[in-house]
């Protein structure tokens, strides 16, 4: 039988930095393994912010985060983006903001973030098992007992669980983290998936599919706004995506799991695409009017040609019902309103969102209260700890979400090397 002082079950996002941070702690070759299911180590850190890995935002607080988030606030204001970035810094990787506080490694290659954690934790002596995920994890007396798929059993003092979640399943060799949670006494609540495209009745997101606009995304539950975000819907062959598709998403998914936004009962869901929401009403009525007056004989399907994008326009003007290749002259006033209307707040009903498949991230998972806030020290099951997204809660788009996996990695990663010293001192 192997044994080790640590072992980190997932080497993800919050295992790598888990590792690194209790190995450097510990200073001893091999007193921390991580196991990782997949043959290679961050297969999921790979795919990140689309290869260039958004690795944390300068505006992470509590306020970007859903789920146990009062329980979640200790830790997020111990493991700032500035510690987030100072632990990367300190790994030799040159980061970058963008305009809107996204930070990004200067390569732009989320390699380069895999590169730098996997050298820190060779450095610091930590020992990988590739290829070979735990199949269970048992408490005893001297600390856990883990059973390999290929029939390996390890014995450790401390167990860190960052095995990820359910979304995107092929980066992630399982969702095993919330079954091996369950057994060392924790609960997991309710699990969908989040960050994913909606979708929507009706064929006119299909007709536009790859088409982009800008535009502000309000989420509208039983006909009221519950959320909006402003940036660039994408229309698909299913419905709608882009960045401010995905921040309703994360309320959307709670409603097709569990009927609920935020604990309260809805019936039904909508999206409204403002297409122009620096112009008003009125100015946008002047200005279809002037268009038809100007260009009579131009067709009705290029009244909205220089100010959308174009196709764009046109399935706005025949979603107002008025004919595109009729005259322009022949738009009564009552179309010009609808129009307008239309452009300022088209409807799109939702019927749900994307998969597992396709989702970046879970919801729900173990409750936060059920762990030290600021060490995440189970309070269950003594010398267990647990990191990144299997805990209940879940972040904005824009980076958030690697934030609280490089938070609670290093969280329980120093928190497990310091309660190891102590022991060994007494
Ligand atoms: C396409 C995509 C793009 C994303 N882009 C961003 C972004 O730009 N910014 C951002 O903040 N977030 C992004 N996310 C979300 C982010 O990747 C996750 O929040 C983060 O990876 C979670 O880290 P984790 O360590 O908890 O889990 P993971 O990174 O999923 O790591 C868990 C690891 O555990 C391993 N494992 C599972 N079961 C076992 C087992 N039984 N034994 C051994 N090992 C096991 C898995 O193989 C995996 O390697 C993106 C997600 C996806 C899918």
Redesign the pocket.
Known sequence: MRKTEIII????????MASCAAAQILKKNGAVLL????QK?????L????G??????LNASPAHYHGDVPAATPLLEQYTPEAVMAAFRDMGLVIKPDSEGRVYPRSLQ?AAVLAVLRRSAEEAGVSCMLG????SVLKTKRGFLIK?ADGEEIEAARCIL????A??PK???????YA?AKALGHTVTPLYPA?TQLLCKGKACKSLAGMRCPARAALLADGKEIYAESGEVQFTDTGLSGICVFGLSVYAAEFFALGTIGGKAYRSLSVSLDCLSDWSFTELCDYINEMRTAYPNRMAGELLDGLLNMRVGYALVQAAGIDPARSAKFVTPGQMQKLASLVKAWRFEITGTKSWQD???TAGGVPLQEMDPLTMHSKKTDGLYL????LNI??D?????????WA??LAAGEAAAKSLMKERKS
């Open positions: 079950l997932g080497g993800g996002a919050a295992g790598l196991l990782e299911g997949n180590l961050g297969r999921k850190l795919a990140t912010g689309n260039r890995c958004n690795l944390t935002n989320a070979n995920p735990a199949i390999c960052a095995c990820g979640g979304a995107s980066h992630s060799c399982s969702a095993d983290g091996f960050l989702a970046q991230i990191a990144g997204e299997l879940h972040g788009c824009g980076g958030y979400n690697l934030h609280f996996a609670t990695g």
